[in-house]
């Protein structure tokens, strides 16, 4: 046995060292993989985000926009496209039956009966605007100075006569190509990633413009 003990020999200096860097390499490859999995799968949740953002604020933007114009009288109460922008597009439609008082002319307009609220012609006027109303450094669709989506890298309003041709003049208006841009949150800019925005574009046609 104390043959044995006093041949017996330990790690050398080098061994250790190999060894030390093999395990290194190891848990920095498990760490890498870690990483990069943690990247796809942010990317991955950053992606539906964007894409349910610009679905919805679309949405909403079509069915609102399919009521430009509208007015059931003979007489003209205004309803129509007032302004068309590049990015922002101001339009208004006769709401006199939604017992709300659109034109703020009521001093209780919560009351359905008062006859300041939903007189006759009463009209709804809606301002899209891109901007960044909330100062966080990305910019918002804004509907009537209320933000409807956040993080829109663009807003494009492209208008049409009834010949399909591009106007300017809103009085011709009668379809409007809306795109809109989703990008991630402007802290995540950052990230190394092609896959930062969500683009979608549709075209409206309305219905009771021309009418």
Do not use: H, W
């Amino acid at each position: 046995m104390s043959k044995i003990l006093q041949t017996s020999k330990g790690f050398t200096l080098i061994e250790l060292m190999i060894s030390i860097s093999i395990f290194s390499l190891v848990v920095a490859g498990i760490i890498t993989s870690k990483t990069r999995q943690q990247g796809q799968n942010i990317t991955q949740q950053q992606a539906v985000e964007m894409q349910q953002n610009v679905r919805a604020v679309m949405f909403l933007m079509k069915q609102e926009l399919r009521m430009a114009g509208f007015n059931p009288y003979s007489q003209n109460y205004g309803a129509g496209i007032s302004a068309a922008g590049v990015n922002t597009l101001t339009f208004a439609f006769v709401a006199d039956d939604d017992c709300s008082d659109n034109d703020g002319d009521s001093a209780d307009p919560g009351n359905c009966a008062d006859p300041n609220v939903d007189e006759e012609g009463e009209l709804d006027t809606i301002i899209y605007k891109l901007e960044d109303d909330d100062g966080d450094g990305d910019n918002d669709i804004t509907k009537n100075a209320v933000i409807m989506a956040e993080n829109i890298q663009n807003l494009g309003f492209t208008y049409f006569d009834e010949d399909g041709n591009i106007t300017a003049a809103t009085a011709d208006v009668r379809s409007i190509q809306i795109t809109v841009t989703a990008t991630t949150d402007v802290d995540e800019f950052a990230r190394a990633t092609n896959n930062t925005t969500r683009t979608l574009t549709t075209i409206i046609y309305l219905r009771n413009m021309g009418l």
